[in-house]
């Protein structure tokens, strides 16, 4: 690579031709150059590096050329070539950030009034030109609205907002989109090809993702990478190390271990990351940007020609997005959100990344979490709530009736189904929850119909697994606002359910508990608990059998001993409560 001016500089295009990109401003202002329409004031306006100032110079070298004028500048003539030298007394260039005082304008309109030198238009570039002040703005506008004949204005901005309507009512807008990482790749090789540069095309590609859009950040990146690899080839591990971005690969082998459920495996990609040495925060920011890319492919069902590297990588990138699923990307993107806005409140960006990784691969940590999660995936998933046509039977195991051994219901009804497992006491370290998102296998053969044997039938099991799965996920919903009820319900469990109601036990020591839980106003708040975890509206049907000894909660084991006031008294001593006098306390009937 030859010595002086940068890559940018040597390789900007010098005609129409040449622009890649932006094909809605070169076809206006290529008709307005053959038409002999030029306006005298142009807004340009897109972030940086898009090419605004490199079209103004091909505008003003259309114009000027000794050919001309003419859309296609040949490059050779005076005015050509100190037009894109910099050099050209009729091409004025000026900085508004560091040229926007009142007087700076002044002065410019004082020159204004001269004839062009050689050329037969004056352009006047004015970069950055939401900079100017407000009183440069109004000098300014008089002379913007009636300048002298053959002068042109260009201003360029990448905040238009900042430029005064009046200015932008005389100017043609133009605005000049984002090129995609395609294009900024095209240009990219093209560079290489004409400086002898051996570069790698999945290091190209990875240049232009990094440059956001901006041809010009490209080029200055791979300018960095000749001094990097001393001439010889560019591979895309010396841009992963020029650029101090993570390897796409540990990214994907890390997303993969969010998909997979494996904390551990996350942590140990969490640390892979950082052995390289590379900034955590930077990594957090690149994880961000590759759960935005998964949550567009997932969205649109493709891989959008933005994201767009090589067949290989675009190929990986939808097979994870169709792996991970809407709601783990989503969520995955609002852990790194909140962790880069604990970075910048001074938290360790490490921690911050490893916290990121464990918990999107162990959504259960969290029950609230799981829960809402849960019931996302399996209304996703198609699972209905209830079949609609029909109920079937659960079990066929009889349950202990609350009035003594015998295995007939109180109510001399069918049997009911047995209790499974209640939950440890309040006390005790919590088992670690199933993921309610994965239906057993047997969930077709649980929701297929069986022999009608009971007068009384339910819902598949499947359908009881969830919800009892997700039963302390409903306490904790329902402790946000009574306490009292929650402790009701923690040494209740799920027993059956069907299409219209879900059937609960309470151990037989817990008729007061029971009372307690069938009034109205806490029948209502824990079936509206019920509906909003796991997405079912069911009534709930309180009932009293046996369970396995040795697993009721606390206030329930004291309920077996305890008369009705001296309970009360524990609750209210236990939960911090006071006892509100009610008209009517037992408005329900055991059943």
């Known amino acids: ?31 307005a150059v053959e038409r002999g329409s030029v306006h005298h004031a142009y807004l340009f306006v897109g972030s940086r590096g898009t090419g605004k100032t490199s079209m103004a110079k091909i505008l003003a070298a259309c114009l000027n050329c000794e050919h001309g004028p003419t859309v296609s500048p040949c490059g050779k003539c005076d005015s050509c070539v100190s037009i894109a030298a910099a050099t050209s007394l009729d091409v004025i260039e000026m900085d508004a950030a560091s040229n926007n005082s009142v007087d700076d304008i002044r002065e410019l309109r004082e020159k204004v009034a001269y004839a062009p030198v050689s050329g037969r238009h004056k352009v006047y570039i004015l970069d950055e030109a939401h ?15 009636e300048p002298p004949p053959r002068t042109i204005f260009v201003l360029a901005t990448t905040e238009a907002q900042k430029v005064p309507a009046t200015v932008v009512d005389r100017c043609h807008r133009f605005d000049f989109g984002r090129p995609t990482a395609e294009q900024v790749t095209t240009v990219v090789r093209r560079v290489a090809a004409a400086e002898s540069i051996e570069l790698d095309a999945a290091a190209a590609a990875l240049i232009a993702r990094h440059a956001t859009g901006s041809f010009r950040d490209a080029l200055g990146t791979l300018e960095q990478l000749v001094t990097y690899a001393a001439g010889g080839p560019i591979e895309p591990a010396d841009v992963l190390a020029v650029l101090g971005v993570a390897d796409s690969e540990q990214l994907f082998a890390a997303v993969d271990a969010v998909v997979a459920r494996d904390p551990a495996a996350a942590l140990r990609h969490a640390a ?56 783990d990307a989503v969520r995955l993107l609002e852990l790194v959100s909140a962790a880069l806005a604990a970075t910048a ?78 939950p440890p006491a309040l006390d005790s370290p919590a088992p670690a929850r199933p993921r309610a998102a994965e239906p057993p296998a047997d969930l077709a053969a649980a929701e297929s119909p069986r022999p009608a044997a009971a007068e009384t039938t339910t819902a598949p099991a499947a359908d009881l697994e969830a919800i009892a799965a997700l039963w302390p996920a409903v306490v904790d919903t329902v402790r946000g606002g009574n306490a009292m009820l929650a402790a009701l319900l923690q040494g209740a469990r799920p027993v059956a359910v ?94």
């Open 345 to 422: 409140n001074g938290a360790q960006p490490q921690i911050q990344l490893e916290l990121v990784l464990i918990k999107a691969a162990a959504p259960a940590i969290d029950p609230s979490v799981a829960a809402l999660q849960a019931r996302i995936e399996r209304l996703e998933a198609g699972v209905a709530p209830a079949p609609p046509a029909r109920v079937h039977e659960l079990a066929e195991v009889p349950v202990v009736a609350a009035s003594g051994g015998g295995s007939d219901d109180p109510r001399g009804g069918a049997p009911a189904p047995p209790a499974p497992a209640r």
């Open 1 to 31: 690579m030859s010595a002086g001016p940068s890559l940018y500089r040597r390789h900007r295009p010098r005609t129409f031709a040449d622009v890649v990109g932006q094909e809605h401003v070169v076809r206006t202002l290529s008709h």
């Open 498 to 591: 069907n299409e219209r109601e879900l059937t609960v036990v309470f151990s037989p020591e817990a008729a007061f508990m029971k009372r307690k839980a069938e009034q109205d106003d806490y029948r209502r708040a824990a079936a509206e608990a019920l509906r909003n975890v796991t997405g079912q509206a069911l009534a709930l049907r309180y009932e009293l059998a046996s369970v396995a000894a040795g697993e009721e909660a606390p206030l329930v084991a004291a309920a077996a001993t305890l008369s009705d006031d001296e309970l009360i008294a524990r609750f209210i001593a236990e939960l911090d409560a006071q006892e509100i006098d009610e008209p009517d306390a037992d408005n329900g009937k055991e059943g």
């Open 131 to 145: 900079m100017l002040s407000q009183q440069a703005w109004n000098a300014f506008l008089k002379t913007l609205e």
């Open 272 to 327: 892979q990351l950082a052995a390289g040495g590379r900034d955590p925060g930077q990594m957090l920011r690149d994880l961000e940007i590759h759960a935005r890319e998964l949550l567009t492919v997932r969205v649109l069902g493709e891989v959008p020609p933005e994201l767009r590297v090589t067949a290989e990588r675009d190929a990986r990138l939808a097979e994870q997005a169709t792996a991970i699923g809407e709601a």
